[in-house]
């Protein structure tokens, strides 16, 4: 008999609320979530981007609102959970995927523009976490972090962004930890190269670039939003019940190679 975990809409009933969820990996997991079954709550810093990422959502027949606050300010991120919870009652699911980049060497950054970065990454994750804790349905509530091999890979150009990487990981464990008890459960998804994103616009623009990065990855492709999105429904599923602290790399396995094959392409 077939484990009743792997169904049809295995999100049903369930509320997630999703930082930086009007575009990009984040706003394919919502389109996702929503077709699983999930009311969709996404939040982001631009009121039109929201718009046209919430209808687009309803068209295709799922449940989504938007709520725009910057992570980065305590108070907007918590009124923003706080209005989802009285719109559709607890949070079954926070993912947490704003965040900033822009390539630099470290000697080229201003201490303004490492701190925007850390500030929309760890403190953003930090503050929407924290503002999420007396929302969350538990036991039974998701935490996913949407980080990147750069925690534990240093890259040229991103010393900005391994800092805050690190950060978001380790956050995201000690809440595994601390919040586990109450049955909450912490993970990290690191995306690898995902094609049709803003990164890898900017990374790869040409097909030369992109055939370059494809032969970092020994999957020999780069990943899509699917892969990710896919990996996140897992991971917020009951299939995924006993899973947490967990950093899960959807990359084709090009963290294997310690972020060297890399290189070159950053330092272009």
């Avoid at 009007?22 to 631009?46: H, K, P, T, W, Y």
């Avoid at 899509?224 to 009951?238: E, I, K, N, P, Q």
């Amino acid at each position: 008999m077939a484990s009743p975990v792997f169904r049809e809409h295995i999100l049903q009933g369930r509320t997630a609320f999703i930082t930086g969820g009007s575009s990009g990996i984040c706003l394919r997991i919502a389109e996702r979530f929503a077709a699983q079954g999930a009311r969709v709550m996404l939040n982001g810093r631009n009121p039109e981007k929201l718009a046209a990422a919430k209808q687009g959502i309803r068209e295709a027949g799922g449940v989504a609102d938007g709520r725009a606050a910057d992570v980065r300010d305590y108070a907007a991120i918590a009124q923003a959970l706080a209005e989802t919870r009285a719109q559709w009652g607890e949070i079954d699911i926070l993912i947490c995927g704003a965040a900033g980049n822009f390539p630099a060497p470290v000697t080229g950054m201003s201490a303004n523009g490492f701190k925007a970065v850390m500030d929309i990454d760890v403190l953003g994750t930090f503050n929407a976490c924290r503002a999420a804790h007396e929302h969350l349905r538990k036991p039974g509530a998701s935490i996913i972090s949407i980080s990147a091999n750069h925690a534990s890979i240093a890259y040229p150009l991103q010393a900005h962004v391994c800092a805050a990487k690190a950060g978001v990981e380790r956050l995201t464990q000690c809440l595994a930890v601390e919040w586990g008890p109450e049955g909450v459960r912490a993970n990290l998804i690191n995306p690898g190269p995902i094609d049709d994103t803003e990164g890898m616009r900017r990374l790869a623009p040409t097909l030369e670039m992109r055939a370059a990065v494809e032969k970092t990855v020994p999957l020999r492709r780069m990943g899509t939003r699917d892969d990710v999105a896919d990996l996140a429904l897992f991971l917020c599923s009951d299939a995924a019940a006993y899973l947490s602290g967990g950093v899960y790399h959807c990359d084709g396995g090009q963290a294997l190679s310690g972020g060297r094959a890399f290189d070159q392409l950053l330092l272009k």
